[in-house]
């Protein structure tokens, strides 16, 4: 069976059941490290939940409006400087942290996204325009322009870098 | 991907106890150069919302740390990460995988020497 074509829902399993095992080891040692762990961990999922629903029908409306040879035009190695600029900016819109991102990319991928864009996205996700105001109080407005500028230009250089290297 | 995604968030969540700010600052030398490839690390093995590494950041400065190396913590902060590896590899594959965060990691502590000269100029 190709990787491609494992049930979606079994995914993981194992390296849940690893994370699973770490939490029960810290438990039974009576570390007081373990019970704060999962509550931080029900926190974060409790935050990134309503970001995982806007991913889920975002990738089922993908799946149903768009056909992959429409996905491949725009996205794939035939799309041009617009697929990359489109990238970047939803890389700096995208809220929530770059895993929960993993399935619409994953799906996006599947129907012939090139792996440039991917890197892309990521890779200018490091701009969190609702974070900036407190990057501007924190380390001043020159550090934030400055930073922000280099981010865009090496998102859009490291894509094509990973395309070199995959070529 | 549900238990991927449970997998991530539990391990997420064991860092951010297990590794505190504290011990993360507690990294950091009086040498600009080691101070960026510790703050790279630092920052993938982090984790948690963007804003606790500007937090850290600011504390970082306020004790003398450079910008250099507070520049790379809060760039690795997002991009890199210890505890989202097995789920990218599950994802993307390890080639992928090991060419992104390559890229991500150089890029980073290129930023960050970049992000520093440019800022010293400027003010």
């Known amino acids: 069976m190709k990787k491609e074509d494992k049930p979606f829902v079994f995914r993981g399993k194992y390296f849940f059941l690893v994370v699973f095992i770490g939490y029960a080891v810290l438990f039974f040692a009576g570390s007081e490290k373990a019970i704060p762990a999962m509550q931080k961990s029900g926190d974060i999922l409790t935050k990134i939940l309503p970001i995982l629903v806007i991913v889920i029908l975002l990738t089922a409306m993908l799946n149903y409006f768009l056909r992959p040879q429409q996905i491949v035009k725009h996205l794939g190695h035939e799309s041009g400087a617009k697929a990359w600029l489109w990238s970047l900016a939803a890389g700096v819109i995208s809220h929530g942290p770059m895993y929960a991102w993993y399935p619409l990319l994953e799906d996006l991928r599947r129907h012939g996204m090139r792996d440039g864009l991917i890197v892309v996205f990521f890779a200018s996700r490091t701009i969190k325009i609702p974070l900036l105001p407190i990057m501007i109080d924190y380390f001043g407005w020159t550090f934030t322009l400055v930073v922000s500028l280099y981010i865009l230009i090496s998102a859009l250089v490291q894509g094509l870098f990973l395309e070199m290297l995959e070529n | ?123």
Do not use: C
């Not at chain 2, 391990?11 to 590794?19: A, D, E, P, T, Y």
């Open chain 2, 1 to 123: 991907m549900a238990p991927m995604l449970l997998g991530v968030v539990g391990l997420v969540g064991l860092f951010q106890v297990l590794v505190t700010p504290r011990m993360l600052t507690s990294l950091f030398r009086d040498n600009p150069l080691l101070d960026i490839l510790v703050g790279t690390l630092a920052g993938a093995i982090g984790s948690g919302n963007p804003v606790v590494s500007y937090v850290i950041g600011g504390e970082m400065l306020g004790q003398g740390v450079s910008l250099y190396a507070v520049s790379a913590l809060i760039l690795a902060w997002v991009t890199l990460g210890f505890t989202q590896l097995p789920a990218e590899v599950e994802v993307f594959g390890p080639r992928f995988t090991l060419y992104r965060n390559m890229l991500a990691f150089f890029f980073t502590m290129l930023i960050a020497v970049l992000t520093t000269l440019t800022v010293q100029v400027l003010l």
